[in-house]
């Protein structure tokens, strides 16, 4: 099976608590985390994914905060020399957000205005994980 993914949500996994839009939307982040776990293929995107199936801002296949998400999406991309489309073992993807963005200290420049920047940060940063 290949799972289709927003580019931020290789972030978003990094950090995940168990907290979320609705208890729908987490229990869909943790089934969608076990899944990733085993390495599939993901087909990375810069629209609604498998993760936003969920989501209570997910309003007929689009996000009620597209046009934000959208530039984390494209920025996560970018930085990972990746384009909206292409395929990609799930493993390879997290080294590539791991090495050009979280362990660089970039991802508050991609996406520090989410409303759940508060959670990621890593215990280096002084916070949980």
Request: charged share 30%.
């Amino acid at each position: 099976m290949i799972y289709r993914i927003r580019a931020h949500h290789g972030m978003c996994f990094s950090f995940f608590q168990g907290k979320g839009y609705s208890g729908e939307f987490a229990e869909n982040m943790w089934k969608m985390k076990r899944k990733l776990e085993e390495n599939p293929e993901v087909v990375l995107l810069d629209e609604t994914d498998d993760v936003c199936s969920c989501c209570p801002n997910n309003r007929d296949g689009i996000c009620i905060s597209d046009q934000k998400v959208y530039g984390y999406d494209r920025q996560t991309l970018d930085r990972c020399g990746l384009q909206a489309g292409c395929r990609i073992r799930w493993k390879e993807f997290v080294r590539l957000v791991e090495e050009r963005i979280l362990s660089a200290g970039s991802r508050k420049e991609i996406c520090g205005d989410c409303q759940w920047t508060g959670l990621c940060v890593r215990e280096a940063d002084g916070g949980p994980l």
